[in-house]
């Protein structure tokens, strides 16, 4: 059985950093397409990060280039959200997901058999 948990969110003061945590089981995170998503109050889930399967390589939505980094534990089976320079504007329910499809979609939910966490709350203070 697929499942991912996340931690690592909490309240955090513009301009600090918070490391997300996301630990999968049930499946190999390398041989997967691993994501992170967002939503925020009112706005539409959108994709921050992705790391691609067997190669790692990665790549991010504009709003976060520069300031978040993606990485993965292969041992651990974990992979984690570096974000740094936060701002308010980052305040969101961040979400784990392996297979996803798209980088931006009504909601944090599966639409192509993909699977997702139950998010971690994100707040950045000003």
């Known amino acids: 059985q697929v499942e991912l948990v996340e931690s690592g969110g909490g309240l955090v003061h513009s301009g600090g950093s918070l490391r997300l945590s996301c630990v999968a089981s049930g499946f190999t995170i390398s041989s997967s397409s691993m994501g992170w998503y967002r939503q925020a109050f009112g706005k539409e889930c959108e994709r921050v990060a992705h790391i691609r399967p067997i190669a790692g390589s990665a790549d991010y939505a504009d709003s976060v280039k520069g300031r978040f980094t993606i990485s993965r534990d292969d041992d651990k089976n974990t992979v984690y959200l570096q974000m740094n320079s936060l701002n308010p504007e980052d305040t969101a329910v961040y979400y784990c997901?392996?297979?996803?499809?798209?980088?931006?979609?009504?909601?944090?939910?599966?639409?192509?058999?993909?699977?997702w966490g139950h998010g971690t709350q994100v707040t950045v203070s000003s």
């Open positions: 997901n392996a297979g996803g499809l798209t980088t931006v979609q009504p909601m944090c939910v599966p639409l192509h058999g993909d699977y």
